[in-house]
């Protein structure tokens, strides 16, 4: 193996079988530590020296349940728990089919997804207008936030762990996207919900995350380009495929 790939900097392997363990494991002074759900981010990213990882496997649920006209899924879920779940709205198992292939959906999970907060993630694009609430456990206790508040600021994260994320149910959705292929990560797309007060829309590819988006906003968006599309070309696919959502949804605004 090459000295710099991740796996050659982890000294200890932990597999908690409580939440407080897991919470006590993440807490020690002076030991760098990071937990690992799916490990497709963990295992792929280089670690800091003398890593100790924290598997959630024994700790965080996977199961997809109803809760108060909500839909609780476990941290640990699959993304292709999600998609084999019709209890799932029909557009989040697309989003999380399209996440990669089925090695990539067999192991990584939705509270890694959460966590990472990759740019060009539709199924995250797909749990903002879902309006996803993460619930976090802490030393001090859980708390729940939106997701769009915990992409904000991935610091209210910091020596905590999602346990679940629960998303609403109903409304009529579409999406749009425009990738260097139809199978590759898109370069920008766009994915709406009608809800109850209005179309909510997110948008990939065009900030550090996802975001939600109007479509006011999207002509003051400042967008990083690469070799896929340029900052320019990426505001204009933002405002084309957002017409094309909406016009899907029938105007609804
Ligand atoms: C080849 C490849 C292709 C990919 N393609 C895509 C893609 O198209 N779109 C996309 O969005 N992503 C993609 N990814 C990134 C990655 O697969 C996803 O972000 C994935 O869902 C991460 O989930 P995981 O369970 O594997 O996370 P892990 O690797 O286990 O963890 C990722 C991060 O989240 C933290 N974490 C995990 N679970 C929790 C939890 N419950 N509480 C707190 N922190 C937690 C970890 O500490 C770590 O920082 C790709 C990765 C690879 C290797």
Redesign the pocket.
């Known amino acids: 193996m090459n000295a710099g790939y991740g796996m050659r900097t982890i000294t200890r392997y932990h597999r908690p079988t409580t939440l407080d363990e897991a919470l006590d494991l993440m807490a020690r002074d002076g030991v760098n530590s990071?937990?690992?759900?799916?490990?497709?981010?963990?295992?792929?990213?280089p670690q800091p020296p003398d890593t100790e990882v924290i598997d959630?496997q024994a700790i965080?649920s996977r199961a997809i349940e109803r809760d108060n006209g909500r839909l609780a899924i476990g941290?640990?879920t699959?993304?292709q728990g999600l998609v084999e779940s019709p209890a799932v709205p029909s557009l989040l198992r697309e989003l999380a089919y399209?996440?990669?292939p089925n090695t990539?959906r067999n192991?990584?999970?939705?509270?890694?997804?959460?966590?990472?907060g990759?740019p060009?993630?539709?199924?995250?694009a797909g749990l903002l207008v879902y309006e996803a609430q993460v619930r976090?456990e802490h030393p001090g206790g859980p708390s729940t936030l939106p997701v769009v508040d915990l992409l904000a600021d991935p610091r209210v994260?910091a020596g905590?762990?999602?346990?679940s994320i629960s998303v609403a149910t109903g409304g009529a959705t579409a999406s749009a996207r425009t990738g260097r292929t139809p199978a590759d990560?898109s370069i920008v797309a766009a994915i709406g919900r009608a809800a109850s007060d209005g179309v909510l829309l997110a948008l990939t590819g065009v900030a550090a995350t996802p975001i939600l988006a109007t479509r006011e906003t999207i002509a003051s968006l400042d967008p990083s380009g690469d070799f896929r599309g340029s900052a320019e070309y990426r505001i204009d696919l933002a405002g084309t495929l957002a017409d094309r959502v909406f016009g899907q949804l029938g105007g609804v605004q």
């Open positions: 990071v937990v690992v759900a799916g490990g497709t981010v963990v295992n792929s990213s959630l965080c941290a640990m699959r993304l399209r996440e990669g990539l192991a990584a999970t939705i509270g890694g997804t959460v966590a990472t990759d060009d993630s539709e199924l995250l976090i994260l905590g762990i999602i346990g990560v």
